[in-house]
């Protein structure tokens, strides 16, 4: 990675991956695969076992088993409200419609564990290009798919179904913001979010909206599934932030999957550089 042109150009650049990217590594080439910042990747068979997908369950080892056999084929997602242009792509529209992006980039969960993942999708900022925003739109509201029979978690009724999360429009339109169909160069798993899902580097894990059906363009800032059920504790913006604590622990550090020692959480998950001047005038530690 050279550090330099990714702080300069603002998106995360991967250099020596092959021309088949993330497919085409070898085990061991994987095992070499850094983040700008000379992390290394996760285990596969971390990123595909260590879950939370509260939809099929709350306990993140069960998750993998209990999605096993969901169907994400066909799938479409509905991109319509304040737009010139709605439409319904299917998962081949976004994988051959738009340019492939594959990025290294880490995850910080709220509850304190963090991975390194190599995504592969689209830049979110390229689909909205094509629907054409109007002028009124403020917004962008996500909607996880919503289906008791196909999803066993949301029989439980502990949490306002479906998932709901939203980021303003220039966190959506962000180079770092991506919608991920892959990780690893294989497509994306149930237990990941399969078929598409959102990813947001700099923002806690719970952003990062799974199994997508439906973007919506709004005025007003959309109520998330979190805001809903736990509004003292999860706030729309939810930057990764060392010097705000959870009401229940700590967010200065974190627990690196496969490391054995914890790490310092850094501002915005260490992407601050491309990210920071998104948020100038905002209280930072009140927008969690
Ligand atoms: N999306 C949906 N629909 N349902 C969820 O329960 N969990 C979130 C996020 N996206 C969640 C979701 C949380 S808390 C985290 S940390 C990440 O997904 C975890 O992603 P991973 O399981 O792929 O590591």
Sequence with gaps: MDRRKFLKKGVATVIGVSATGFAGLSSAARADLKDELGDTVTSYSAITSYNNFYEFSTNKTEVKELSADFKTYPWSIKVDGLVKNPGIFDLDDIRRGFDKVERVYRMRCVEAWSMVIPWEGIALSELLKKVEPTSDARYVRFVSLYDKNRM???????????????????????????LATGIDGKPLKPQNGAPVRLVVPWKYGFKSIKSIVKIELVKEKPQSLWMQSGPSEYGFYANVNPNVSHPRWSQASERRIGDFLRRKTLMFNGYGKQVSSLYKGLDLKRNF
Excluded: C, I
Excluded at 162 to 168: A, Q, R
């Design 152 to 178: 066993p978690g949301q029989k439980s009724g502990s949490f306002p179904w479906p998932y709901v999360e939203g980021l303003t429009m220039d966190e959506a339109r962000h180079p770092l913001t991506l």
